[in-house]
């Protein structure tokens, strides 16, 4: 399953959906066609991106379901708006997004990088935070993060924080295995004391996840 089929399987039915950073518009295209949300925004900062999606839901344009808004992040995306989609950017990118507008009703994020920073952010807003599970898709690892504005505040074990919260999953504890190989095949490499120190300080982490000493 490709990792927008996938990613797809976590937005929930709505009324209204918001797809920030759309660029193809392939998410909206399937919560439309499948009766998912009665209307949608298409949203991206670059006009050209946005130019795909609107080409793609012409039809859904035509008819009144699709407002099409070139904006940055949701600086002119209505409130209101009861699901939120944030996906295939950095985790700097989406966070910077929720902090200079505001945190969606009910959100999808699906960060490329630097997801630890993005959770972080999260457990500060005491966003309530309903899955965060990593998935396999065309040979990589990515981690999807659903949740609310409101409701039980979310907390993060150490582990949870780099590795999600579904730590008990094959995918995760392949993708936990992977980034282990990963940094000790690192150690090869030349680098400064410092950054040894750091590498060896990460392998220890991710050993002491996997034997279970670390929460
Ligand atoms: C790699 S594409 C991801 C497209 C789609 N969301 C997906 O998951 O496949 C990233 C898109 O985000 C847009 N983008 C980047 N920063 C943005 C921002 N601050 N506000 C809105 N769109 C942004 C880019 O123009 C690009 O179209």
């Not at 808004?69 to 995306?77: F, S």
Request: charged share 25%.
């Amino acid at each position: 399953m490709d990792r927008i089929h996938k990613l797809c399987t976590y937005l929930d039915k709505c009324k209204t959906f918001a797809d920030i950073g759309c660029d193809h518009g392939y998410c909206t295209q399937f919560m439309l066609e499948n009766g998912m949300c009665e209307s949608a925004v298409i949203s991206d900062i670059s006009a050209k991106c946005l130019s795909k999606a609107e080409k793609l839901l012409a039809e859904f344009v035509n008819m009144g379901k699709v407002d099409s808004v070139c904006c940055d992040g949701l600086n002119g995306i209505p409130e209101n708006t009861e699901h939120v989609l944030i996906a295939g950017m950095g985790g700097v990118e989406i966070e910077n997004i929720l902090k200079t507008a505001y945190i969606p009703q009910s959100f999808v994020l699906q960060p490329m990088k630097n997801v630890k920073r993005l959770r972080e952010f999260l457990q500060l807003k005491q966003v309530e935070i309903t899955a965060d599970e990593g998935f396999k898709a065309d040979g990589k690892y990515y981690f999807v993060i659903k949740g609310n504005k409101k409701g039980v505040p979310c907390r993060y074990s150490r582990a949870e924080l780099v590795f999600g919260k579904n730590l008990q999953s094959a995918e995760t504890i392949e993708y936990v295995y992977s980034e282990l190989e990963k940094k000790r095949s690192y150690l090869q490499r030349p680098m400064t004391a410092e950054n040894r120190g750091i590498l060896e300080s990460d392998i220890a982490f991710i050993e002491g996840v996997l034997k279970g000493e670390i929460d």
